[in-house]
């Protein structure tokens, strides 16, 4: 695709967004039979699943930690999932985006639990349309907690981007493609404390600051849905 003459006419982005706006969210908490804990969610036309196992007991044994379970991301993209077909097997980006994946759910995890354990945390994109990280993050919290896997709070992640010199919530394709900066972020919404902050591009101060600011809005929202898909699915209501 060509790049458009503008991202941005008349303050409506070219899906139809205001910049605030987050895209269409869906999320399920226990899709997985055979997973321990599950979930899926839709970001737009991001696909994604994430499948929990564990906590259980550590192979290869030299990898166990003796004091804490160890938390085992893999992000991984499917063929299909992009216009053309991608490679299977991991690569540069997905081992990047594991990582960074760990390090944003640690956090909340009492991995100090299930010592010599392993939890494993699987995220398998299906469609991916632009931040897929953050839908990846944030089904694989409510996996993890579908997993009944004992958590001080729950993890919630958008990315927050710069086009036509507009700093706007959760950029589709196009944005983060011809956009001048991608943000995407995770954070402890009830907290506010950050757990991943990556850039690609430049912010000003001010406009770092207003990303922050937005990216806060974002998460909170996404903690709603992922809160209420959690309440729904097991049942609990307010007050009890
Ligand atoms: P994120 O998906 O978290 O935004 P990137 O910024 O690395 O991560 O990727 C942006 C988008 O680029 C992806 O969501 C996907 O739509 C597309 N993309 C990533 N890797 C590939 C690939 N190997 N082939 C085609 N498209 C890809």
Known sequence: MEKPEKLIVDGKRLDGRAPDE???LKIEAGVLERADGSAYVELGANKVLAAVYGPREM???HHQQPDMAVLRCRYNMAPFSVDERKRPGPDRRSV???KVTREALEPVVFLELYPRSVIDVFIEVLQAEAGTRTAGINAAAVALADAGIP???MVSSVAVG?????IVLDPAKDEDQWGTT???IAMIPRKKLITLLQMDGHFTGEEFKQALDLAFKGCEQIYEAQRRTLMEKYAIKQGE
């Open 162 to 166: 710069k086009v036509d010199g507009t």
């Open 151 to 153: 958590m001080r709070d």
């Open 96 to 98: 990047e985006i594991s």
């Open 59 to 61: 192979h290869p044994r």
């Open 182 to 184: 991608d943000m995407p």
């Open 22 to 24: 987050l895209r269409q």
